[in-house]
């Protein structure tokens, strides 16, 4: 994954309404939910929704399907794994880096 995608995806989550919108289909995973269910889950009015689906769908995070008159928008979880997999790749060149491996941690909780 290139890092213009990378930058697309993490603008896309950096606000509240979006992150709250892309968690809700995540947690609801493959079969999704229309902009409607979305907006009584979440208290969030329609034209609002409509704008943070479109920057969802725009960064690859979510994807409308059609469904007779309906839209269902679903998580791409194929995307959101190249996004985490970008982050953490290489992750502490290869060593355990579990926060509960930090010598200061550990040392704080022996005290």
Known sequence: MDEQ???????ALSHV???RVFRTLVVTGPEGL???QLCEKLDIPAATMSFHLKEL?????????R????????AQFDHMNGVIAYLTENCCEG??????????HNEAHHE
Do not use: E, F, W
């Open 95 to 104: 060593r355990n880096c579990a926060t509960n491996t930090h010598p200061a």
């Open 34 to 36: 229309t902009p409607g």
């Open 57 to 65: 769908s725009n960064a690859g995070l979510v994807q409308p399907i």
């Open 67 to 74: 469904d007779g008159r309906n839209l269902i928008y679903s």
């Open 17 to 19: 309404s979006r992150l």
């Open 5 to 11: 995608n990378i930058i697309k995806a993490l603008a």
